[in-house]
T-cell receptor, first 113, second 109 residues
């Protein structure tokens, strides 16, 4: 029944060591989002895909990249994690922009040592 | 850019008391969504409001959209411990939704 799946649920990486987080969905939704959420803060949108069209938020650091090889999967690559990148990373999907419900995955908690 | 403030930031209530959180925008909104995030969990969609002055109810939860479509509120009647969590409004800007600052609700048994 899982609709938005994120792996792994917890990820530990070393300072500067590249890491990839994955998200998959069974909803066949057009849009996939990546959010960063730090403790006691609101989710912050990093970027999203509408189908294969990539949309980067203006203030998303270059250190963060994303790939969407097909409708079901989306990846978040952090090229050189810093201590400030430790956070919960949430993947979400929606059928279309703006007016549709967003369905969130359980998140991946990233720890940077 | 879009400015969305939620008040209060934190709220502690005794079980059985009512709770209200307010979401205020600097611009007129086309619609607004509300999400709940339990401690350690992920945001879960509650409702979407579209029409000016709209009021929707879900059991003990009442959602309102202001007449000017610049503000919204979520009211919980007779809170229960299961209501604990952070309530976020989410508003459209550009092509996407952005989350408000959130209100963290603690319910004291």
């Amino acid at each position: 029944d899982a609709m938005v799946i994120q792996n792994p649920r917890y990820q530990v990486t070393q300072f500067g060591k590249p890491v990839t987080l994955s998200c998959s969905q069974t909803l066949n939704h057009n849009v996939m989002y990546w959010y960063q959420q730090k403790s006691s803060q609101a989710p912050k949108l990093l970027f999203h895909y509408y189908d294969k069209d990539f949309n980067n938020e203006a203030d998303t650091p270059d250190n963060f990249q994303s790939r969407r090889p097909n409708t079901s999967f989306c990846f978040l690559d952090i090229r050189s994690p810093g201590l400030g990148d430790a956070a919960m990373y949430l993947c979400a999907t929606s059928r279309a922009h703006r007016t549709e419900t967003q369905y969130f995955g359980p998140g991946t908690r990233l720890l940077v040592l | 850019g879009q400015q969305v403030m939620q008040i209060p930031q934190y709220q502690h209530v005794q079980e059985g008391e009512d709770f209200t959180t307010y979401c205020n925008s600097s611009t007129t909104l086309s619609n607004i969504q509300w999400y709940k995030q339990r401690p350690g969990g992920h945001p879960v969609f509650l409702i979407q409001l579209v029409k000016s002055g709209e009021v929707k109810k879900q059991k003990r939860l009442t959602f309102q959209f202001g007449e000017a479509k610049k503000n919204s509120s979520l009211h919980i009647t007779a809170t229960q411990t299961t209501d604990v969590g952070t309530y976020f409004c989410a508003v459209p800007t550009g092509n996407q939704f952005y989350f408000g600052t959130g209100t963290s609700l603690t319910v004291i048994p």
